[in-house]
Structures are given as C-alpha cells and as structure tokens.
C-alpha cells in the first residue's frame, strides 16, 4: 500500500522561508512524477509545482515562480518544496501527490494522480 506523509508546515512570517517534505513508502516512486497541490477552504486544489520522474523537468504556477522550488531525492523516496519569501496568499493545506504513470514528464491535471497525502498547514502571517 503506497502511502505519502508530508511534513514541515507551520506557522511563520510574511517573508520567511519553510521546507516541505513529502517521503512515500510501500513502492519505489523513481519512476513517477510528482507534484505539490494545495488548496484553501471553499476551493479545489491548485498545482504548485510538479517534477518529472527524472527530476529534470519542473513546473510552477505563475504565482510561486521564482519563490518556490521542487525537488525529490529518488534514492530516499522523498520530494521537496522549498517555499522561500512567503506571502498570506500562501496560506492553505498542502498536498503531496504520486502518478502510477511511468516516465513521463510533468502531469499537471488532478485526476492523473493515484496517490495524495494527508497535507500539511501552512499558514503565513502578514
């Protein structure tokens, strides 16, 4: 059974910077994409950014470019996002999520993720 823990949420600053960390257990995930969703009461999901399987494509929404970074680590199963000069409007849960698709790119649709965690808080203080 495939099962996503993130942590590293919590409670900073306008400005500050914060890790997140996503490690997946029960299957090797080095030939699955990627990605960090998150989402705010009364919305759907929003994709943050996503990796392809390699690690050598990456994709942000327009609202994170230049701020946040994504990564993964395929020999320790894990995945990152690097959030650095956080604003209030990052404030919502975020999710870790894993394709069952196999070396393919960046998947930028919702539904073609298989697996998701159980999200980690953000919340940004202005």
């Known amino acids: 059974q495939v099962q996503l823990v993130e942590s590293g949420g919590g409670l900073v600053q306008a400005g500050d910077s914060l890790t997140l960390t996503c490690v997946a257990s029960?299957?090797?995930?080095?030939?699955?994409?990627m990605a960090w969703f998150r989402q705010t009461p009364g919305k759907g999901r929003e994709l943050v950014a996503g990796?392809?399987?390699?690690?050598?494509?990456?994709h942000y929404a327009d609202s994170v470019k230049g701020r946040f970074t994504i990564s993964r680590n395929n020999a320790k199963n894990t995945a990152y996002l690097q959030m650095n000069s956080l604003k209030p409007e990052d404030t919502a849960s975020y999710y870790c999520a894993l394709s069952s698709q196999l070396f393919v790119g960046v998947i930028f649709q919702e539904n073609d993720y298989d697996y998701w965690g159980q999200g980690t808080q953000v919340t940004v203080a202005s």
């Open positions: 029960g299957r090797t995930f080095s030939s699955n994409s």
């Open positions: 990796i392809s399987w390699s690690g050598v494509q990456k």
